[in-house]
């Protein structure tokens, strides 16, 4: 199969068995070929269970550090000594050069800020100096529709080394190389920087939690309460209830036959994050059956919704703000209507969100009839629940959304920037738009 046109100042190559175009000053060369990779090799694992072997000062690098890792790799779980790395036949990776994972989450690739040792599930890839280090790296995060043409099918889908080497890469001229390699990597520290904006703002929000939610705000006599079987202590005029003596409503959902179209929607617990409401996961109740359901099953703005069932799940909350009775809730979703005199929605939500929320949540869990955790909706109703003046709640409350609004501000900006640089390698890596000298 060959294209029916090339345009002006490109030409056909084959990449495997697909054609494509490039531009003509373009060469096409496998990963292996020794003016891209003066070496690739895998490494090994030592005896597992020696300690002369493990603990030492040599990082090494399995597949879940792969996994965990953005374009540079720089810590790992595990450490081997000088005996660990004699004694099987992994190797130091340089500074600098590339890792490839092969089982597993294959075609990860990651640069090293340090001299690594590798198992055999990952390839040390060393760049010719004839080459862009940071082109190669940004061409070969692209090899994963090529690897999974040809990956090798056993009980996981893996690669070998020799796959590798053989995997073909468009090259542009060295200059131009370096010119892509800067601009990816620009974007990538932009990427970078607001990945570690996002975590500065998850810590504070959990050291908000952990302040506010115990110590409150502009407080000065405090006293030890019990809350479930631990004993804090909180601000002496906050009070203590049980959650039906402040809530008007606590309730499961129901099971509903689904229908393809049409009907009421549904929230099920993929809806709820803590993130927020997660419409795109919705599904559909006939609305015959709907109807019937409207005064107990269908949810209202100021309720705190509740993920009811399965490790994992089970706890997150959502508060529903929307002015709907548009949507009801499956049977592994709990509904709470707090009596808003006295419990805010909000301040209620951000509570069961907490260390101490989530730890009082798991209490009253009771193990299911399918063998998975539940939420039991009898035991729910007696758990304990700090109680701070309401417009102290509010004020607590606020300071949250502050918070959070930042967080999702960033977390948008992330998308964006991932978005950008998703096109930009898509254009640059193929060719088909080009950098001029002074790009």
């Known amino acids: 199969m060959t294209p029916t046109s090339t345009r002006e100042g490109y030409k056909t190559v084959y990449l495997g068995p697909r054609p494509v175009s490039i531009p003509k000053s373009w060469a096409v060369r496998k990963l292996g070929s020794n003016d891209v990779a003066k070496k690739i090799k895998a490494g090994g694992t030592p005896t597992a269970g020696n300690e002369d072997y493990y603990g030492g000062g040599i990082p090494f690098v399995k597949i879940e550090d792969m996994t965990d890792a953005g374009k540079f790799i720089s810590t790992t779980k ?30 990860k690739v990651a640069i090293t800020t340090k001299e690594v040792a590798t198992n055999q599930a990952i390839l040390g890839i060393l760049p010719s100096e004839s080459i862009d280090r940071d082109y ?8 994963r529709p090529y690897f999974e043409s040809v990956v090798l099918e056993t009980t996981q889908a893996n690669l070998n080394k020799g796959i590798v080497e053989n995997a073909p890469i468009r090259f542009p001229p060295l200059q131009e190389q370096e010119r892509i390699g800067k601009i990816l990597s620009t974007v990538d520290r932009k990427v970078q920087q607001t990945e570690s904006i996002i975590d500065r703002v998850k810590e504070l929000k959990r050291g908000l ?26 601000p002496k005029n906050w009070k203590k209830s049980r959650l039906e003596d402040v809530s008007e409503i606590i309730t499961r959902g129901k099971q509903p036959a689904y229908v393809e179209e049409g009907g009421v929607p549904v929230l099920n617990q993929s809806c709820i994050y803590w993130d927020g409401f997660h419409p795109e996961e919705l599904k559909r109740l006939d609305e015959e059956v709907a109807e019937s359901w409207k005064d107990k099953y269908w949810v209202k703005e100021g309720d705190v919704l509740i993920n009811s069932t399965g490790k994992g799940t089970l706890g997150r909350a959502l508060e529903w703000t929307k002015e709907s009775n548009t949507h009801t809730l499956d049977s592994h979703i709990t509904r709470v209507h707090p009596d808003e005199s006295v419990l805010d929605p909000t301040y209620f939500r951000f509570y069961l969100e907490s260390s101490h929320g989530q730890k009082m949540l798991y209490a009253f869990c009771v193990a299911g009839s399918t063998g998975q955790i539940e939420l039991s909706k009898t035991d ?36 964006e920037l991932q978005k950008l640089q998703r096109g930009l390698m898509q254009d640059l890596l193929t060719g088909d738009v080009r950098v001029t000298s002074e790009g």
Do not use: C
């Not at 450490?79 to 294959?106: C, I, K, N, R």
């Not at 300071?399 to 992330?414: D, G, I, P, S």
């Open 78 to 107: 595990s450490h081997l000594t000088e005996e660990g790395l004699d004694s099987t036949t992994t190797w130091l990776v340089p500074e600098g050069a590339l890792l490839l994972s092969m089982y597993g989450s294959y075609g």
């Open 136 to 143: 190669l790296y940004y061409a070969a995060t692209m090899l």
């Open 209 to 234: 939690m952990q302040d506010l939610l115990v110590q409150g705000i502009n407080h000065d006599k405090y006293e030890k309460r019990y809350l479930g079987p631990q004993r804090i202590k909180v």
């Open 380 to 415: 729910l109703q007696t758990m304990p629940v700090l109680l701070p003046p309401i417009d102290e709640q509010k004020n607590i409350s606020e300071a949250f959304h502050r918070v959070n609004r930042k967080l999702q501000k960033e977390q948008k900006n992330k998308k």
